[in-house]
T-cell receptor
Framework: GAGVSQSPSNKVTEKGKDVELRCDPI?????LYWYRQSLGQGLEFLIY????????KSGLPSDRFSAERTGGSVSTLTIQRTQQEDSAVYLC????????????FGSGTRLTVV | GENVEQHPSTLSVQEGDSAVIKCTYS??????FPWYKQELGKRPQLIID?????GEKKDQRIAVTLNKTAKHFSLHITETQPEDSAVYFC???????????FGDGTTLTVKP
């Protein structure tokens, strides 16, 4: 696609429910990243994919968080048993090639856990 | 791991003045340093970047300088305009490993 697409743009969920966030990177971009941005805060790294593999999962805050990428394209970030502290904007970015220059961000998914 | 410190956290300038935002990093393996502009409720947009084999890069009113020895890099905006008002983030990235650390952001306000 022309840009990085994320869906849904907004998600309100009840505490304890599972949510899935989707990222569709720019066509041909092999690298994909997930970040979390709390209100007024910086970007917190969650996970990095190169192709379908995740060489760096170090940022996932707990075992309730998982992510996968299939076909070297679309990625889903799953949060199980959501907690109120999971409320944030979840941003996805992609970059071309193996050397990871020039990240392009999606518009994010605003997750609110009530 | 990498640690990125960004200063100042807020910056207010008069239209037409220059603005400078500084970042320091700790991991010498970082070799790519982009700057992003984020307007309220919008996605971060890449405005300029620099690789570790370059000391300075300029694009119209925006420039970035890198001092690898001291492990710091700076964003310079000249002739600021009200539309430059936004939050600016720096990042230090180990490009071949996909490791990225962002600064906490600088809220720039340009007063007309």
């Amino acid at each position: 696609g022309a840009g990085v697409s994320q869906s849904p743009s907004n998600k309100v969920t009840e505490k304890g429910k599972d949510v899935e966030l989707r990222c569709d990177p720019i066509s041909g971009h092999t690298a994909l990243y997930w970040y979390r941005q709390s209100l007024g805060q910086g970007l917190e790294f969650l996970i990095y994919f190169q192709g379908n593999s995740a060489p760096d999962k170090s940022g996932l805050p707990s075992d309730r968080f998982s992510a996968e990428r299939t076909g070297g394209s679309v990625s889903t970030l799953t949060i199980q048993r959501t907690q109120q502290e999971d409320s944030a904007v979840y941003l996805c970015a992609s970059s071309p090639g193996r050397f990871n220059y020039g990240y392009t961000f999606g518009s994010g998914t605003r997750l609110t856990v009530v | 791991g990498e640690n990125v410190e960004q200063h100042p956290s807020t910056l207010s300038v008069q239209e037409g003045d220059s603005a400078v935002i500084k970042c320091t990093y700790s991991d010498s393996a970082s070799n790519y340093f982009p700057w992003y502009k984020q307007e309220l409720g919008k996605r971060p947009q890449l405005i300029i970047d620099i690789r570790s084999n370059v000391g300075e890069k300029k694009d119209q009113r925006i420039a970035v300088t890198l001092n690898k020895t001291a492990k710091h890099f700076s964003l310079h905006i000249t002739e600021t305009q009200p539309e430059d008002s936004a939050v600016y983030f720096c990042a230090a990235i180990e490009a071949n490993a996909g490791k990225s650390t962002f600064g906490d952001g600088t809220t720039l306000t340009v007063k007309p």
